[in-house]
């Protein structure tokens, strides 16, 4: 394991990710989160952790495939079982390998959902949860980032209730 050049690698991944806010266009954004998904891949091999580079890889094959066609729930199933089975063929028997799985999975199930506030909540979790996962494996450069995500995202989870209280309020009674 290298955890300089892994988390040299994790530096660049989570610098695309911070970029990627600033595209519009949605088929930039895919191509850029691909990329962002390779780098996380690499930076989890690099640093030993087999479960998030499976994760980061089945991800990149999710965008692909839900940039092309709907979410349906037979896709995500699909794709959940896809990460659950390159997983369990590459995992030791540690628990903490489980967690790139079920937060990608978690993340694959509430990705099309239409409500903002629910999916940043299932954005922080799932960050949360691949904190824990970087600690562990010496990601630290990523464990920083997903923590400000997380911050980034509950600031805009307080705008927006109080955009939604505001509008309410404007409302006749």
Not at 20 to 49: C, E, P, W
Not at 118 to 123: D, L, P
Request: glycine share 6%; hydrophobic share 50%.
């Amino acid at each position: 394991m290298n955890i300089l050049l892994g988390n040299i690698v994790s530096l660049i991944g989570c610098t695309v990710m911070v970029l990627i806010g600033l595209i519009k266009n949605k088929d930039r954004y895919i191509v850029m989160q691909t990329l962002q998904f390779g780098l996380n891949a690499l930076s989890h091999f690099l640093l030993g952790g087999y479960g998030g580079t499976v994760a980061s890889l089945v991800s990149v094959v999710r965008n692909v495939i839900i940039s092309k066609w709907k979410c349906t729930t037979g896709i995500k199933i699909a794709l959940i079982a896809l990460q659950a089975v390159f997983t369990i063929s590459t995992i030791t028997a540690n628990p903490i390998t489980w967690i790139p799985i079920i937060a990608a999975g978690m993340f694959t199930w509430y990705i099309d959902t239409k409500d903002v506030m629910w999916f940043k909540w299932v954005i922080i979790i799932t960050l949360v949860m691949w904190a824990v996962y970087d600690i562990y494996h010496h990601n630290y450069v990523s464990v920083w980032f997903s923590a400000f995500t997380c911050v980034t995202n509950g600031i805009s989870m307080v705008k927006i209730h109080k955009e939604r209280k505001a509008e309410k309020e404007k409302l006749p009674a």
